[in-house]
């Protein structure tokens, strides 16, 4: 058992607390925008922000995460018009998409502490592994980014996909949370 909270809203698992975070995420709180790659730390598919510190979920228990403040892909902007997400759209460094929820956190988390990255530092922070290429528009994407995030540019929002954030998640019984107090356990 572990609480936490993950994107603003008070949460337990009702899970053993060597759970990967990973798994507490995708299976027990049904965000599946955190996606499952390698499962040993080297892709970044699975990257989320931990007290606003971009790590992999894969490697990081829940109980490792009590107490602390989880944000996923679902939880980085209500309505994702994020600089980083407007940007990856606009500059089309999007393929299939499986690496993209974790570029795009590690993109966020890198903006956040430098606005203004130059090729090298965002070739350095972003080591996310694409199998389908996306890298080398990812440069460019984060760049633009930057831009937006600086307010020297603007970009129009790409169209919402019809599923609400609420959708996103649904009642499991390994999921815990003092919100929804009709939630089965
Ligand atoms: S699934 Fe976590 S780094 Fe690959
Ligand atoms: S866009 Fe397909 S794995 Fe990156």
Redesign the pocket.
């Known amino acids: 058992m572990a609480r936490m909270t993950v994107n603003d809203r008070p949460v337990e698992f009702l899970l053993d607390g060597d759970t990967p975070l990973?798994w507490a995420l995708r299976d027990a709180a049904n965000l599946t925008g955190t996606?499952?790659?390698?499962?040993?730390?080297?892709?970044?598919?699975?990257m989320v922000h931990v007290d606003g510190e971009v790590l992999?979920?894969?490697?990081v228990t829940i109980a490792e995460a009590e107490g602390r403040v989880v944000t996923t892909i679902e939880g980085l902007s209500a309505d994702r018009t994020h600089p980083v997400q407007q940007a990856m759209v606009a500059e089309q460094a999007i393929q299939c998409g499986f690496c993209t929820p974790g570029i795009v956190m590690a993109a966020a988390a890198l903006l956040k502490s430098n606005s203004a990255p130059s090729e090298g530092e965002i070739k350095a922070a972003i080591r996310n592994l694409c199998r389908c290429g996306v890298q080398p528009r990812l440069v460019r994407a984060i760049e633009r980014a930057g831009r937006v995030a600086r307010r020297v540019e603007t970009i129009s929002a790409a169209p919402a996909p019809g599923i609400s954030s609420r959708d996103a998640k649904s009642s499991v019984p390994a999921f815990g949370n003092s919100n929804d107090k009709d939630q089965s356990r």
Do not use: I, N, T
């Open positions: 990973l996606k499952y790659g390698c499962g040993v730390g080297d892709c970044g598919a699975c992999r979920s894969c490697l």
